[in-house]
C-alpha cells in the first residue's frame, strides 16, 4: 500500500544508520573471518549483544547480511562484501562519510531550502574542506572514500574516451590521483598533472611512485579559484563542481 511505501522511505534513516555503524565497528570484515553470531561480534566489538543483534538483524532485512536460523550466526552477501575494507569494490570508508558528517548535514535540510544556502556549514560553522582541514581524521576517511568511488570507474573512463591525443593532461582536484594513473597507464604517451590542494598532494606521491608513473607526472599543489597550471592540452574536473556554489562553480570553469 502506498502509506507503507512512504512509511519505508520515510525510516530509510534506520537502515542508513545501521549501515553506518556496521562499517564503523568493522563488522563485514569479521564476518568475512567465518560466520559469527552476535555475541562473538559484540565481544570483538566491545558492544551491548543484544542491540548489536537487533541491529545486524535490521540489515537482514537490507540484505545485507544473512542469518542462520538455528544458530543465529550471521553471513555475508554481495552487498555484504562492499561494507568490508581494503577489498575491490569496497565502499567502507563512503558508508563512514555519509553516515556520519554528511547525514547530520542533511538533517539540517529545511534550512538550505528555506535559505538557499548550505546546511553544511550552517551545522558545522565551516565549509566542508575548512571543517576538514580541522579534522584531520574526517578528512581521511573523505579521501579514502573519494578514492573508492573513483577507482570504480577509473578504468572506464580511461577505455571510454581517447586520451592518446593529449601530450598533457592536468586533473584539477584530483585527490589521490586515481584516475589520473588509470589514464597514464592506458596512454603510455600521455604525461599528467595532479592539481589539488596541497596536503592532497602530497598524499598523492606514493600512488604516483608505486604506479611507476612520477617520471610522467608533476604533483602541484594550490587553490583552483585562484589558478590552475598552465600548459594543458586537457583539463579533467570529476566529482568537483557540484561541490560550489554557481558563482564559485563558474570561477573554477573559467
Known sequence: ???????????????????YVAAKLGIADLIAQGQKTADELAKSTSTHAPALRRVLRLL???GIFTEEPKTGAFSLTALGECLRDNVPGSVRNGMLLFGSITQTAWNDLLYSVTTGKPAFDHVYHADPFTYMAAHPDQAVI???????????????????????????VVDVGGGNGTLLIAILKAYPGVHGVLYDQPQAVAAAGENFRAASLLKRCRLVGGNFFEKVPKGGDAYLLKHVIHDWDDDRAATILK
Open 60 to 62: 537482514v532485512s537490507a
Open 1 to 19: 500500500p502506498p502509506q507503507v511505501q512512504l512509511f519505508r522511505l520515510a525510516t530509510g534513516f534506520y537502515v542508513s544508520n545501521a549501515i
Open 142 to 168: 573523505f579521501d579514502k572514500a573519494m578514492a573508492d568511488f573513483t577507482s570504480q570507474i577509473s578504468a572506464a573512463v580511461a577505455k571510454a574516451y581517447n586520451f592518446s591525443k593529449f601530450g598533457t
